[in-house]
């Protein structure tokens, strides 16, 4: 029996956990066991469902509801009993499985359709199909395309030899002569031909797209998977972080390294940030694909993810919100969330406003790039430029939104009814409604001290930091620049940290995590975010020993091989903890079993190991405004508790008229930072956004434990 690594938690954790194991029949019953989904979470109308009998069991009958589905059902080479359970009906249906005697088990699965949802709540409307697919759900067959890896290709099979390296088309019906194709030894020792196919498919309204080495003209199911694969997955991930409201392309999946060792490779479209930056329909997406690769694929020992920048991000934030969804990842050029990040985003919308508007400045007052700098936490003082150039304002409602008609867009005149195009309303199921119709915000900047740091090590007069906090302002609901500061809304401050839309990394300990980084030239990718969440994990849990880092002097990646070799080396890890049959807590298996030979790592850029001290100095980690502000390196405070404004805490002095426009903008006080945030506290694990009919649960509730088989008579 194979085991699914990350779930052999103690009864307070599996209630949280989607994938399985396969339970045992020792104690004389018959146990129905779903290993693709939980029971209640199953879509598209299939489960791949296991069956444990008693010693001696005689006549298994599987019904479905009324419907005999046993011949689906054998003895597997393993020695396990599995069928896939297709033509499910959506809704409820009860699966009994019995032997000679009249003892069995019922197990009740709810399907759900494969256009989604299935736990994300009511979908984002409105909503624009791909060409090709059919009605509002998008849905379509799966199509699936071949590829071959010529003899000769530069590289190793099975090593870094980079996405679709010199792949070519390969037709089943007329294939290249066996000479031409290169051979690969998978993991599972078994020598193959290197032919890869890719099945692209629509789930919950959008692309997916899964690759493995593939024997054709030979079967392969969940139930009966080639001998090559490995039962392991990779997914992949895109970049940056927007909303969208149509179907876009999946993430590439060829990635020869994985491919040539046996693993599958996945993707979905909504895991591409860029596309989709809503937590909850990531986590979904992922979800799906993961069910579809263990029903048509085989059972997976472990999952590892894989991607740069918003492909960080999604790692980071499902893996907190949602433990087990993956139990290895590797985070590149590393975003912690979309929230704290976007607070981030905020302050320098805010903060260019005022510097680039001298206007706003009270006569006398002036501003270098290096009193800039001070302010932003960071040295160059074109990263705040950089940022909000390249990722779109999405606290504007009014803005363009890929897949909106320009006249469907809101407009607080002529279009006050129409799609807002912010993030926090494209997440309105996470977030919930305000009274005035718009999505609750999470965050504020209220009590916040621009500049501090530097006002308490001399770069920053006095005159300028009373300047510009009295000017800076906040955000109205509308997008503006506003004179008063942005107040989070209440529902808001605390739903972005029980939703996991801020990733407090409160369940980040069960996964192990090696975060690729390199210099930061100044293009947004802050190494420090690299370290917040290490502050973080610090914070809850007094080690951060399951993250390890891995720094060179390639610009954001770190290193041309590492991403590669980060899968080869998670996979090695996770390999160690899913032996590891010891009664510890995961957590602590995680850090056990770790390999000596993974641990930090500096190099020139091409692999060749260089002393620490190199990667000190040129992968520097900067701080954002908020740090710079005296807030913790952790980053994660969204509004910050209040304390009185007093000027002894100060030490610089202030004119009485500097005292007295500090006095009005901090009337409420200051942030107090020996205390955590506003309705601060750690992700509840996996949330469902939507009740049994389907009607939208603002803020979320607890799917709770997974159903179980139960016995009878």
């Known amino acids: 029996m194979r085991r699914v690594l990350a779930l052999v938690l103690a009864a307070a954790s599996a209630a949280v956990?989607?994938?399985?194991?396969t339970a045992s029949a020792s104690s004389g019953n018959v146990v129905i066991t779903v290993l693709s989904s939980r029971a209640?979470?199953?879509?598209?109308?299939?489960?791949?469902?296991?069956?444990?009998?008693?010693?001696?069991?005689?006549?298994?009958?599987?019904k479905a509801g009324a419907r005999d589905v046993t011949k689906a059902f054998a003895k597997r080479s393993d020695g396990q009993v599995r069928g896939l359970v297709n033509g499910l009906p959506l809704g409820s249906t009860t699966l009994t499985a019995t032997i000679d005697g009249g003892r069995g088990a019922r197990i009740t699965l709810v399907d759900h359709a494969i256009g989604g949802p299935v736990f994300a709540g009511p979908q984002i409307q409105p909503w624009a199909c791909a060409a090709g697919t059919r009605g509002k759900q998008c849905d379509a067959k799966p199509t699936y395309a071949y590829r071959f890896l010529p003899v000769g290709t530069a590289g190793t099979p099975g090593t870094a030899v980079g996405?679709?390296?010199?792949?070519?088309p390969y037709d089943p019906s007329n294939p290249p002569p066996a000479p031409?194709?290169?051979t690969t030894k998978t993991q599972t020792g078994l020598t193959v031909p290197f032919i890869v196919r890719t099945e692209t498919g629509y789930m919950d309204r959008d692309q997916y797209s899964i690759s493995a080495l593939f024997q054709?003209?030979?079967?392969?199911?969940?139930t009966t998977p080639q001998p090559q694969f490995n039962h392991k997955l990779v997914l992949t991930h895109g970049a940056s972080c927007d909303t969208e409201y149509q179907s876009g392309t999946a993430p590439d999946t060829l990635n020869v390294a994985a491919l040539g060792a046996g693993f599958v490779?996945?993707?979905h479209a909504l895991d591409n940030a860029g596309h989709n930056c809503n937590l909850a329909v990531q986590a979904e997406a992922l979800y799906m694909t993961k069910e579809r690769v263990i029903e048509q694929y085989g059972t997976l020992r472990y999952t590892i993810g894989s991607g740069c920048s918003g492909g960080s991000l999604v790692q980071q934030q499902v893996a907190n919100a949602y433990p087990g969804m993956y139990q290895g990842i590797s985070p590149q050029c590393s975003f912690t969330d979309a929230w704290s990040s976007a607070q981030q985003y905020v302050d320098y919308v805010m903060l260019l406003g005022y510097f680039k508007d001298p206007s706003r400045w009270t006569p006398g007052t002036a501003w270098d790039p290096a009193a800039i700098s001070q302010v932003l936490g960071h040295p160059n003082v074109a990263n705040p430029v950089t940022f909000t150039t390249a990722i779109p304002n999405s606290s504007d409602p009014s803005r363009s939104c890929t897949g909106v008609p320009a006249g469907k867009v809101y407009d607080p005149k002529?279009?006050?009814?129409?799609?807002?195009?912010?993030?926090?309303d494209y997440m309105v199921n996470v977030f919930g409604k305000r009274r005035d119709g718009f999505a609750n915000r999470g965050l504020g900047n209220v009590g916040i001290q621009y500049g501090l740091a530097g006002l308490r090590n001399g770069l920053i007069t006095p005159a300028q930091f009373a300047d510009l906090n009295a000017h800076l302002g906040g955000i109205d609901i509308q997008g503006n620049i506003s004179k008063q500061r942005l107040t989070g809304d209440p529902d808001g401050l605390k739903r972005v940290y029980s939703t996991g839309a801020v990733d407090s990394a409160n369940n980040l300990d069960k996964v192990a995590i090696i975060d690729l980084r390199g210099p930061d030239p100044g293009a947004f990718h802050d190494v420090y975010r690299t370290y917040a969440l290490r502050a973080r994990l610090l914070r809850n849990f007094g080690t951060s020993a399951n993250q390890v880092l891995w720094r060179g002097q390639v610009p954001l990646l770190g290193d041309a091989d590492y991403v590669d070799q980060a899968i080869f080396a998670l996979d090695k890890w996770l390999d160690r903890v899913d032996h590891d049959q010891s009664g510890r807590p995961l957590a602590k298996k995680i850090i056990a079993d770790k390999p000596s030979d993974i641990g930090e790592r500096c190099t020139d850029g091409t692999g060749v190991s260089v002393p620490g001290e190199v990667c000190d100095e040129t992968v520097a980690a900067y701080a954002s405004p908020?740090?710079?502000?005296?807030?913790?390196?952790?980053?994660?405070?969204?509004?910050?508790?209040?304390?009185?404004?007093?000027?002894?805490?100060?030490?610089?002095?202030?004119t009485d008229a500097q005292w007295a426009s500090l006095k009005t903008v901090f009337a409420k006080g200051v942030c107090d930072y020996s205390k955590p945030g506003v309705a601060q506290r750690g992700a509840t694990a996996w949330l469902t956004y939507q009740d049994a009919r389907g009607r939208v649960v603002y803020g979320g509730q607890p799917l709770g434990p997974p159903p179980t088989s139960i016995p009878f008579p």
């Open 163 to 168: 996405n679709q390296s010199a792949l070519q």
């Open 17 to 21: 956990v989607p994938f399985l194991p």
């Open 180 to 182: 031409l194709i290169a």
């Open 414 to 424: 002529t279009n006050p009814k129409g799609v807002k195009c912010t993030l926090q």
């Open 40 to 62: 209640d979470l199953v879509s598209a109308g299939d489960a791949l469902v296991a069956v444990s009998l008693p010693a001696g069991a005689r006549g298994l009958t599987v």
């Open 265 to 267: 490779v996945a993707s």
């Open 216 to 222: 054709p003209g030979k079967k392969w199911d969940g």
């Open 626 to 654: 908020r740090i710079a502000a005296g807030g913790p390196l952790a980053d994660d405070v969204m509004q910050c508790q209040l304390k009185p404004l007093r000027r002894d805490d100060y030490n610089v002095v202030f």
